[in-house]
């Protein structure tokens, strides 16, 4: 009986080490903050979303991913890839789709360990106020592939989209510039 206990402590402790180290590829609002995966935004706004991958203690050649959200909600403006000393070679911005974004890349024959900023994504938000979208980010299979070690195999990666609140503008907002509308008013009559 006790035997089993220890066996079972022991595989439990080991998953949750290997867990712990797990690389995570995350979409945050503000990449200083990972707590930052919902975002809470006006329509017509144009938001700026942060691609940090954290490998861990794993180190990695580099790799891609696809996005896709809702079409309705959210257009694709462009991306930026920010990862530090990326290889021309390994670097893409993306092939773009409805609703899709393929292939965004970046690596270096230099290696990454730790957190990086791979990439910058901007959107507009065209969708209603009450709506709520997600864009959810997945490994990459053709043409970069999925982020890998020194030696070419597939790490272990835990992805982690964003949600997009889509919010009316506040009334206080609308208070405040019909006040100021009626100031103007007033002061161009006398």
Partial sequence: ?????????????????SVANAA???LLADPTDPASGVI????????????????????SLGGGFDLNWCTGCIDFIGS???????????TRPGDEGPGTLTGVAFG??????GEVLAAELTFEVIGAAGTTTFIN?????????????FSGIPLDVMYNGLEVQIVPIPAAAWLLLGGLGMLFGFRRQR
């Fill in 137 to 149: 980010l997945g490994p990459n299979s053709v043409p970069a592939g999925p982020l890998v070690d």
């Fill in 80 to 90: 930026t890839v920010t990862a530090p000393g990326s290889d021309p070679f390994f």
């Fill in 24 to 26: 995570t590829a995350s």
């Fill in 40 to 59: 809470a935004v006006n329509p017509g706004a144009i938001i700026t979303v942060s691609l940090v991958v954290d490998l861990a203690a794993d180190q």
């Fill in 108 to 113: 270096s024959f230099n290696g990454y360990s």
């Fill in 1 to 17: 009986m006790i035997l089993k206990q220890l066996v079972g402590a022991a595989v439990a402790f080991g998953l949750s080490v």
